[in-house]
Antibody, heavy 119, light 110 residues
Framework: QVQVVESGGDLVKPGGSLRLSCAAS????????MSWIRQAPGKGLEWIAY????????NYADSVKGRFGISRDNTKNSLFLQMNSLRVDDTALYFC????????????WGQGTLVTVSS | QSALTQPASVSGSRGQSITISCTGT?????????VSWYQQHPDKAPRLIIY???KRPSGFSDRFSGSKSGNTASLTISGLQAEDEADYYC??????????FGGGTKVTVL
């Protein structure tokens, strides 16, 4: 079945870097746009980045633009999020989500990986 | 980009119907033609329940329905059941090729 599994979350100091990964299975990865969406503890959802099926187009939320980079390796059915210049308010559960093939909804989500930014 | 506006909480008794609103402004990238709704139980991943304003994913309960009027989208849960107790989020794709979410609504079944 369709599955996306995030990994790479950790405790990191302010100003540090971290790279998250998302392993996809059960579907043709190259057919889908993918996104990262995060949720701060006790807070709501925040979309932060997406990448086109080929990887040729990306877009970011203003809150992470210039600090985070989304990428994918279609040969390995994997999605990545490179996070630089991390701040305390980047602390959140980071979800990998598949955008539906037709439409703008996110039809499959992982369980998330926790990033904690603290000194 | 500001979030879409949802009520913080809505409650209802078992068997009743409740409606959750989701309001944005044109500055948020409206007119919100692509509104989706997600259900999130505690410590679980969000789950798509409505897309394109009023469509349900295959196999999902028809007790959930969506509608839209102007810059306000709504989610109605009919025949409220205990397992409907969760957080619900609306989301919209915007004219700047980004997505925004509402702040979330906690549904309590009395």
């Amino acid at each position: 079945q369709v599955q996306v599994v995030e990994s790479g979350g950790d405790l990191v100091k302010p100003g540090g870097s971290l790279r998250l990964s998302c392993a996809a299975s059960g579907f043709t990865f190259t057919d889908y746009y993918m996104s990262w969406i995060r949720q701060a503890p006790g807070k709501g959802l925040e979309w932060i980045a997406y990448i086109s099926d080929s990887g040729g187009y990306t877009n970011y939320a203003d809150s992470v633009k210039g600090r985070f980079g989304i990428s994918r390796d279609n040969t390995k059915n994997s999605l990545f999020l490179q996070m630089n210049s991390l701040r305390v308010d980047d602390t959140a559960l980071y979800f990998c989500a598949r955008r539906a093939k037709y439409g703008y909804q996110f039809d499959s989500w992982g369980q998330g990986t926790l990033v904690t930014v603290s000194s | 980009q500001s979030a879409l506006t949802q009520p913080a909480s809505v409650s209802g008794s078992r068997g009743q119907s409740i409606t959750i609103s989701c309001t944005g402004t044109s500055s948020d990238g409206g007119p919100y033609n692509y509104v989706s709704w997600y259900q999130q139980h505690p410590d679980k991943a969000p789950r798509l329940i409505i897309y394109d304003g009023n469509k349900r994913p295959s196999g999902f309960s028809d007790r959930f329905s969506g509608s839209k009027s102007g810059n306000t989208a709504s989610l109605t849960i009919s025949g409220l059941q205990a397992e409907d107790e969760a957080d619900y989020y609306c989301s919209s794709y915007t004219s700047t090729s980004t997505w925004i979410f509402g702040g979330g609504t906690k549904v309590t079944v009395l």
